[in-house]
């Protein structure tokens, strides 16, 4: 097949090294103006929890379908929903949840994130925060698994999905938080990581109080405590890191911790600004993700680069701080670096896989240019994205879907919207109207 793109620009498709698609539908205004736990518990866990295999497959979908118009042809799913006693249900989700990536046509690195521990210390904290939305049918008690099980779970299902679809779907562990996962549970992440030859994917220091809450009850930093038991290796991908000490840099950076920096989430849920430029300067890989749908309201790597430029300056009061061509890598090849791909795709090289998008180059916004990269991270938009390759098959020309085609998008928006509003009122969430 032959694809016309000149007057374009021809470049390698975007990487989110970390994203939460599956709870896209949690958008459009019950999400909103909430700090980390309250969001986690209140609209992530309480939301999802009412979601059907079918749900968790629209969801995924209705993200493709955004982030595929806005050129991202991986996406590291950091997927997880409430397990409780329901196993069943959740392999059920994971399987329909699998089966919209293989359905896009998406390459994607599907990590199973689980929580193996609640510290018995948050007990009236979370009360507080399961006060605010009185009418959440959430039993926080869902939320945690038990080690052996879900670790036996994620083999089962590592087995089945890893490498699958032509190589395009891989399959790893992701212990949600050193906060709530035990020691066992980041051991035997990293052993199945290093069996499957795969990475192994956690948040790190996201926000001042869920690093304070770790360094209160352990006295000790969370990186030193992975540092200690063994767990930083070159396989771990730690999302965030907005609030690392300069010693914890240096755990990273002794170890090849990769880092999936999130801009847009930590606007959103006012998190702060992770020290971006001396992670670089210390040559740790950072790579950029779209995070949750719902703590970005989009689903778009221009979004990221350009608040991933923009912050630095901002909290370092210097504009030369870090560069456009820095910030591209980061969304391309440093993207696939933190997710091990680099071999693969994240460049246009002969004997890379065709992971490609075509953008538009003649709207005003594009002109005058002098600097691709600058004009790529200040200027360009989603809509620009005319054509978009994954492994050498087309997913969207012209700026038409494949897997949408024709009146089906627009009907398919439709069963999202009807979706949702069974899920609000069967989880009992709240429109931000209500919020008080
Ligand atoms: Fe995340």
């Known amino acids: 097949k032959e694809i016309d793109a000149r007057g374009g620009l021809v470049m390698p498709g975007f990487v989110s090294s970390h994203a939460h698609p599956v ?37 995924i979908r209705l993200a493709m379908a955004e982030g595929i118009r806005g050129g991202i042809t991986t996406f590291q799913d950091t997927w997880g929903i409430n397990t409780g006693d329901d196993a069943a249900r959740v392999d059920a989700c994971a399987e329909a949840s699998i089966e919209a990536y293989r359905s896009v046509g998406m390459r994607c690195i599907f990590s199973w994130m689980f929580n193996d521990r609640i510290p018995a210390a948050w007990d009236e904290y979370l009360k507080s925060i399961a006060r ?28 089945r999905h890893h490498g699958s679809d032509g190589d395009r779907i891989h399959a790893c562990p992701a212990p949600c938080l050193p906060n709530t996962c035990t020691e066992e549970a980041l051991v035997g992440s990293l052993e199945l990581a290093r069996e499957f030859d795969t990475l192994v994917t956690i948040h790190v220091n996201e926000q001042m109080t869920d690093a304070r809450m770790f360094s209160e009850l352990w006295q000790i930093s969370a990186t030193e405590w992975m540092h200690n038991m063994g767990f930083l290796d070159p396989r771990v991908v730690a999302a965030h890191c907005v609030w690392l000490s300069d010693k914890d840099i240096r755990l990273f950076r002794m170890h090849d911790v990769k880092v999936a920096h999130n801009p847009t989430s930590n606007h959103f849920l006012g998190s702060g600004a992770a020290p971006i430029d001396k992670m670089v300067m210390a040559g740790i890989t950072v790579g950029l993700g779209t995070d949750d749908v719902n703590l970005h309201s989009n689903v778009s790597i221009f979004s990221e680069m350009r608040r991933a430029a923009l912050l630095q300056k ?47 180059t003649d709207a005003p916004h594009w002109f005058p240019r002098h600097h691709l990269p600058s004009v790529l991270v200040f200027q360009a938009h989603d809509e620009d994205v005319r ?35 069974r899920i609000v009122e069967d989880a009992g969430l709240q429109s931000a109207r209500d919020r008080g």
């Open 23 to 59: 709870d896209a539908m949690l958008r459009g205004g019950i999400e909103v103006d909430r700090n980390l736990f309250d969001w986690f518990y209140n609209i992530y866990y309480g939301g999802l929890a009412a979601f059907t295999p079918e749900d968790c497959n629209m969801s």
């Open 132 to 159: 605010k939305i009185p009418a959440l049918k959430l039993d926080p008690a869902t939320i945690v698994e038990d080690t052996d099980s879900v670790l036996a779970r994620m083999e089962a299902l590592m087995r």
């Open 314 to 360: 901002v909290v370092r009061h210097d504009a030369g701080v870090i560069t456009a061509e820095k910030v591209l890598e980061m969304a391309t090849i440093d993207g696939a670096r933190v997710l091990g791909l680099e071999s693969e795709i994240g460049s246009l090289e002969v004997g890379k896989k065709a992971d490609i998008i075509v953008l538009d």
């Open 387 to 421: 054509t978009v390759l994954i492994d050498g098959r087309v997913v969207m020309e012209d700026r038409a879907l494949h897997f949408l085609a024709g009146d089906e998008e627009q009907a398919f928006l439709a069963r999202v919207q009807k979706a949702t509003d």
